[in-house]
């Protein structure tokens, strides 16, 4: 199974942008370590990136999946919300991406295809 | 490029559009913000692009943040203006900052975010082409994406502190609701309320009208009011400064001909070189025949004549022209006419404006006529045809040409018509025409009503048409009222007696 690149986008070293990190960095290893790949980027450090993403707010998550790329906006303190985006469950971690295209209504029919292949 | 305010610490940059350094006083408030609201479709993006491009064309180069125009679009659109985008971009002038809304799904999970990841893309813009412009279109889009209204706010107050201090001088454009009420959605004015210049395009008498007004300068003075304004292929937002063009001319002493040495007479010598004359009358009076004889007499004395002509066509013109013993065709091909033929109702009263003073430039005349101003009255509202009035008399003025304007009257006889209301004050000289009804006949009156600056005559006189133009006759004697429209015989004696009255008082 591929693992999937997540790209976190925050601004400097402010508490919030660490809260940020905290939080998803503790989601992704604690129940989907070979899901992801967390990649932190610092908008001050890498302006050209953020101007190639088009990143607006920080902290910013961006996913690029097979079905576009999503992006989620927050400090990631709601877990079970950031949980449920991300496909990743207490019990069973699912298909990488299958959270992400369930929570896009229309593309549910085609999301539950790739499950089957990748499943 | 900065140049000193008046009496204030606030410098200014010249802008570049023309007219706005004129009503601005010189310009934008230098390092500072400024908030450009209007209505859709009143020009903010033309103005924050060409805030860029005069800069460019000027040395400075600039920053563009747009939030709802996608880049694409802007290379394409604005290529009608001759600017190159795509090219100022390759060469490290112009630079965009892309925030118009990704096609991504974009969830919003809390309010806890800042626009940490814009100011740093908009900081490195600004550092890696050494920009002093820059401009912001629309700030009032980024409130749909991230919902949070308060939220947003706050990040919009970091966005103009971070404008400040990087020392650039920006421009921020806002949408308005309505063109006369609240400056900006969502109250953005607050934050960046220091400058506020308000764009309106508004739709009066089924007529579009647009018109740009500084709303406030912080710290630093600027003229009050709308301005009218026009968009120019190729040259982007075009104010029209009216009571800015000031009356500075000299006076000049020196007389030319009206073309008619009888006319001459009656006005104490002819027209001054520099002063504007005011011709008169209803339909068909002999205004576009005291036009023609003006042209000549310029044309005759080696003068360069400019001919605006709304209401008839070149060759209607030519044919009366030659009609009258002048032939126009002549003169065009020595260079020492031009016929600009313009039929009121395919442009706007400002594009008119600013034809006519891009022919003046062009040709650079020594005799300038309209006729007839009141053709252009029915294309536009009694206010922007007063401001008209105003720019062209004072621009004619400025140039210290000499100007004659005809005016049609609404009625036969008698009676004034707005063009005369307007213009009256602004004008040195003015000629009526009038029919004069007498003993079932109608007969045309000629008089000299001003004259500024010299004598003239009084009398009413009255005056034909032939093949070789107008002739003056004698006074109309015994005859009370022409003026008014009602022409009363007066009796000898009743004449003698009034004159006695006079005469002892």
Redesign the interface.
Known sequence: MSRQLLKL????RTR?AQEAVHNLRTLVETYGPEMYDLVVID??EN??Q??AD???????L?QTGPY???????????SA??MQ?LGLSTTTAYAAGAGWNA??SKNVDSAEGQDGDQG | MAIKGSASGVEKVEVGFEGFDIISYGGIPERRVTLVAGTSGSAKTLFGAQFLAEGIKHGEHGVFVTFEESPEDMRANFRSMGWEITEWEHNGLWSF????P?????????S??????????I???VKKTGATRVSVDAIGA?FG??GNISAVRGELLRMVTSLKRLGVTSVITAERDAEYGAIARFGVEEYVADNVIVLRNVLEDEKRRRTIEILKFRGTSHQKGEFPFSIVPGRGIVIIPLSALELRQSSSNVRISSGNQQIDAMCGGGFYRDSIVLVSGATGTGKTLMTTEFMAGGAKNGERCLLFAFEESREQLVRNAIGWGVDYNKWEDEGKLKVVCVYPEVASLEDHLIEIKDAVDAFNPQRVAVDSLSALERISTAKGFREFIISVTSFIKHREVAGLFTSTTPTLTGSSSVTETHISTLTDSIILLRYVEMYGEMRRGITVLKMRGSMHEKQIREFRIDASGMHIGKAFKNIAGILSGNPQHVSALEEERLKDMFADG
């Open positions: 986008y925050i601004t400097g919030r908008v001050l302006p050209e953020a101007e088009k990143i607006l707010a920080t902290p910013t961006l576009g790329a999503v992006r989620v906006v927050g400090d990631f303190s709601e919300r950031v985006l929570s896009k | 900052v892309d925030a118009t990704s096609t991504d799904q974009e969830i919003v999970l809390s806890n975010f800042d626009l940490g990841g814009l100011l740093a893309r900081e490195h813009a980024i994406t991230f």
